[in-house]
């Protein structure tokens, strides 16, 4: 009797393993649902910096940021060109501008001036999936970051909040992409 009852367990795994190997899309704990039989390879231009703004390596620290993001939440292989998905765009807004003012209080009547500065950036990507052309896209991806110019320069913390923003623009990218939220 025992025999048996293992015998069924067995078969019953062996059976559900058999079910679950043969489903074509793959999921994963990022969320995808790409399917790797038929989607293998990913490739990214050059993003050019469009904007007028920012550090002059800004838009070669977005093109990688989003390959290494990429790399790391698929099992897609990065190419040169012409990837089952493509990416291409450009930062198209680099804008600093103040959120908040501070009134003065000292009799000389200093004028008022900014209590929060925000930092936006803007990236305009087309999207091409060349198995299924349907979720293709060409759309804005915008986030900022507001930093305190009273406690730091925007020099002083250029460079992390373009980080952030661009870690976050591409968490967005990746969820209107292959994410299928």
């Known amino acids: ?9 067995l078969f019953i795994f062996c059976f559900a393993s058999l079910v679950l190997q043969s489903c074509s899309v793959s999921y994963s704990f ?11 390879t990913f490739s990214v231009e050059n993003f050019f910096n469009d904007s007028g703004g920012g550090p002059a390596n800004m838009e070669q620290t977005f093109t990688e940021s989003l390959k290494d993001f990429y790399q790391r ?10 990837g089952d998905l493509q990416f291409a765009g450009a930062i198209s807004r680099y804008t600093i501008t103040p959120q908040a ?5 000292d009799p000389a009547n200093v004028p008022d001036r900014a209590g929060q500065m925000r ?3 803007t990236v305009d990507v087309e999207y091409v999936n060349t198995v299924n052309e349907e979720e293709g896209l060409k759309r804005s991806f915008s986030f900022f970051k507001d930093y305190d110019p009273r406690q730091t320069s925007i020099l002083q ?6 980080q952030e923003i661009f870690d976050s623009i591409i968490q967005d990218i990746f969820t209107a992409t292959v994410a299928n939220w």
């Open 73 to 82: 939440n698929t099992q897609l292989e990065l190419v040169r060109n012409n």
């Open 1 to 9: 009797m025992i025999l048996i009852r293992n015998i069924g367990t």
């Open 119 to 121: 930092l936006t950036i």
């Open 157 to 162: 913390v250029e460079g992390e909040l373009i």
């Open 101 to 105: 003012t501070v009134s003065s209080t």
């Open 30 to 40: 990022t969320g995808t649902n790409i399917n790797y039989e038929i989607i293998k």
